[in-house]
């Protein structure tokens, strides 16, 4: 049976890897509509390439370039806000949500539909509101699969026992592109050196935050949310051949682990296919050749971010929304040259501890959500220029 999907993020390093495993798998999957934030001229092509009926750019001033570069084509496209809300309500069994950032939270809860399967690449919708996102979607029957490799190995490995069994589940983390540098020299590294990344080649933002460990404590808020289990059940692995992906320890003592080469491919194609395997056309793990695996603990002096967002975690309520707010302020001034390396997690560490007397409650809502990551964002963006530099 043919499947018909919607890609939020087309345009996107995961976007572009659901093309080619579509493209690859024809007769299994057939595309409805395609979003992307502004570049008319890619998403013209991907929606060209693919097939969809529909295209839409969040863009409200790139309507026109859409339109050009669609002429011809027979495909529908439009610009802003409502035009995304209509691609994510045209009919499709899946989407595939793998717009980056927050800004990927409402369109991806405006596509929890009663028996659609929402394939998820976009962890900051769970990170920013988990709570409410997994109510509705349990409370509309809409099936939650994870696209994040760790979580998609560990969706797998889960499946292997009772829930009540589960002693520990532990997602894995390449290090990045610092793993083995000196507190000092990480320090002076810049947005091109953080983006270097050794194993995954990804969009601007997760690179980012693969090079400061944040990547992987969104990611045990991600799993917490997904997978139901407390912070203490959760952890992290440094595993710098990035092979084992999540691994779950049971109460036995004995561990399932999901392995794979670092390929999204394999992630997207399970996630889009409800762990019902597709025969892929790629390099097979020949783990004789790669010899070893190695392991080590993720050092929380050098990447001070995992530990707050573990902290985040553990303190609840609104802090996750807020943590993952500063994050993206402060990686954004990262990237515009604006602050230094650690400045990253100076400015969440005080805009954390702004909002932490507060106890602010966990969002009721998207909109609550919303609300709470602007303040947070506002407050972020007012302690920026007391930063500048400071940490170079
Ligand atoms: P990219 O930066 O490569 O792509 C982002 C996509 O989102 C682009 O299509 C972009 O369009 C679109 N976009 C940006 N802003 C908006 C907006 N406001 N409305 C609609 N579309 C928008 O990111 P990645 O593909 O690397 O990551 C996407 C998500 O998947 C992130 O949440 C990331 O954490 C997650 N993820 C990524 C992995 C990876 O290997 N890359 C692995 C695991 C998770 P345009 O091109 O027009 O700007
Ligand atoms: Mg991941």
Not at 97 to 114: E, F, M, R, V
Not at 267 to 281: F, G, S, T, V, Y
Not at 369 to 376: M, N, T
Request: hydrophobic fraction near 45%; glycine fraction near 8%.
């Amino acid at each position: 049976m043919t499947r018909s999907i919607t890609i939020l993020g087309a345009t996107g390093s995961i976007g572009r890897s659901t093309s080619g495993v579509i493209q690859a798998h024809r007769e299994e999957f057939r595309v409805e509509a395609v979003v992307g934030g502004r570049n008319a001229t890619a998403l013209a092509k991907i929606a060209q390439d693919l097939g969809a009926k529909f295209a839409a750019l969040a863009d409200e001033g790139a309507g026109e370039a859409l339109s050009l570069a669609l002429s011809g084509s027979g495909i529908r496209g439009g610009a802003g806000h409502a035009a995304v809300l209509e691609a994510v309500d045209r009919d499709a069994d899946i989407v595939l949500a793998a717009i980056s950032g927050t800004a990927g939270l409402a369109p991806t809860h405006a596509a929890l539909k009663p028996g659609r399967r929402i394939a998820l690449a976009n962890k900051e919708s769970l990170v920013c509101a988990g709570g409410v996102f997994m109510a509705d979607a349990r409370r509309l029957g809409v099936q939650v699969m994870p696209v994040d490799s760790e979580h998609n190995a560990l969706d797998h490995a889960l499946a292997a026992g009772s829930d009540r069994d589960v002693e520990k589940a532990v997602i894995t983390a390449s290090g990045g592109p610092f793993r083995t540098w000196t507190k000092e020299r990480i320090a002076r590294a810049d947005a091109r050196e953080a983006s270097a990344h050794p194993v995954w080649s990804m969009g601007s933002k997760i690179n980012i935050d693969s090079s400061t460990l944040m990547n992987k404590g969104l990611e045990l808020i991600e799993a917490h949310h997904l997978f139901d289990l407390e912070p203490e059940r959760l952890d992290v692995l440094v595993h710098p051949e990035a092979i084992v992906h999540g691994l779950v320890q049971w109460s036995d003592g004995a561990v399932t682990a999901g392995l794979a080469l670092p390929d999204m491919k394999v992630p997207i194609a399970n996630a889009l296919r409800n762990q019902n395997r597709l025969k892929m056309d790629l390099p097979r793990l020949d783990l004789a050749a790669i010899g070893r695996l190695s392991f080590e603990q993720p050092d929380e002096g050098r990447f001070p971010c995992l530990s707050l967002a573990k902290a985040a975690l553990r303190t609840g309520g609104a802090m996750p929304t807020i943590l993952n707010a500063a994050n993206e302020i402060a990686v954004e001034a990262f990237i515009a040259d604006a602050i230094g390396f650690y400045d990253i997690s100076e400015l969440v560490e005080r805009v954390c501890s702004t909002f932490f007397g507060r106890n602010i409650a966990a969002p009721s809502t998207v909109a609550d959500a919303l609300r709470i990551d602007q303040e947070a964002r506002q407050a972020a963006r007012q302690l920026l220029p007391t930063l500048t530099g400071t940490a170079r």
